[in-house]
């Protein structure tokens, strides 16, 4: 028996030594695991990159601008910037007929921008200015005045430059596309419904979508003639949901996930939809929320304009000041931004260059709409509005 033993022992030696040397060579051989390009870093809520082109990293709001790809070189010259306000502004939009760049001041009154001293509309004044939305064809302004639980809601028209009142009870409302009606929550002693207000009928038709609409403290937003957004106010401590309410079915459905501090909002031809949530997350999306093109800054929507080719951004340089968007929606905070072109159709992103204002005051640019050759904007550190020609 011994000599079965020997072999057996001498057998098990050679295993021994074999596992030893294979896990050695694996050891000294083995390659450092490389990270799936494949996944988004700040989350899978929604889409950070189109297919099979990897997820480009998103910096944090306030952080300096991300370096672009060597094929898409910055512009080399800057771009002139022009004051065109005299007063500070609450908000600003563009109007088609006539084709003019108006505005609402901090305390009501309406001007139209031009050279040399502004055009004053219509002097009255009004205080605690909400919100303000302008028509798609940016001939009326959509207006909220006073306590925002119990909003006094107006219209002003750009062609007979005065106001309408809007029926009482409204504590939300958005333009249709079409810009002949208002989607509304009208609350009653009944309770609160989601209704459609008829324009051209005078007083506004009333027709009632949901009956009895239980979701509080929302916002509206019309993409199409048959979708409606229904989102929840932002805040940064609490995940915020999006649904999309079918006009021709009646149905709603949730189409974003749940995030903190989220918001959503569309250029002016509805073309191009802005969402973010916190801390730092950005996208743009076509009309039916399908992300068009990675980007790779982050910003908060209210700092985007554009059309259906291409997206203009004011992208913070500094660090954040407090939870956003918190902070940027309460005025708490401000930014030193640059300004970012995103070419829809060739998925390219380029640092535009602009000169200093000769106040010598940063850009912290908001309210932003494009017409031509020409990007608006206000200032949020003086309140002014200005302008810049692209070359």
């Known amino acids: 028996m011994k000599p079965l033993y020997k072999i057996l022992i001498a057998v098990v030696a050679v295993i021994v030594l074999v596992l030893a040397g294979y896990f050695a060579w694996e050891l000294f051989t083995r390659s450092e695991p490389q990270p799936d390009e494949t996944q988004g870093t700040l989350g899978s809520d929604l889409p950070l990159a189109l297919p099979d082109q990897g997820a480009p990293v998103v910096p944090s709001v306030g952080s300096d601008p991300s370096p672009l790809p060597e094929d898409q070189p910055q512009q080399s010259s800057s771009l ?190 509805r073309q191009a939809v802005f969402v973010f949530s916190s801390p730092d997350r950005f996208s743009v999306l076509n009309r039916d929320l399908q992300e068009v093109t990675p980007i790779i800054f982050s910003t908060l929507p209210q700092k985007c304009g554009g059309n259906a080719r291409f997206v203009y951004c004011f992208v913070p340089r500094g660090a954040a000041q407090g939870l956003l968007p918190d902070s940027f929606l309460t005025r708490t905070s401000f930014s030193d931004d640059s300004l970012y072109q995103v070419d829809l159709a060739a998925e390219t992103i380029e640092v535009l260059s602009l000169d200093t204002l000769s106040s010598g005051t940063s850009i912290d640019g908001t309210n932003v709409f494009v017409s031509g050759t020409l990007i608006y904007f206000v200032n949020s550190l003086d309140r002014h509005l200005y302008a810049t020609h692209l070359q």
């Open 80 to 269: 002139s910037i022009e004051r065109l306000s005299d007063s500070p502004v609450f908000f600003a939009w563009e109007a088609s007929t006539p084709k003019d760049v108006f505005y609402i001041t901090l305390d009501g009154r309406i001007f139209s921008a031009r050279e040399g001293p502004d055009l004053l509309l219509n002097a009255q004044t009004s205080s605690a200015l909400n919100r303000a939305e302008s028509a798609p064809d940016g001939n009326r302004l959509l207006v909220s005045f006073g306590d925002p639980r119990n909003p006094e809601w107006r219209i002003f028209d750009v062609l007979d430059r005065a106001w309408h009142p809007l029926p009482p009870g409204l504590t939300q409302a958005t333009w249709d596309v079409s810009g002949n009606a208002l989607f509304a929550v009208s609350r009653a002693d009944t309770g609160a419904s989601l209704v459609r207000l008829d324009l051209s009928k005078t007083p506004p038709a009333t027709t009632t979508l949901i009956a009895d609409f239980r979701v509080y403290d929302i916002s509206l937003l019309s993409l199409s003639s048959s979708s409606l957004l229904i989102s929840e106010l932002p805040s940064a401590l609490t995940p915020g949901r999006v649904w999309r309410f079918d006009l021709r079915t009646k149905l709603i459905s949730a189409v974003i996930p749940p995030a903190a501090g989220q918001i959503v909002t569309a250029t002016q031809d």
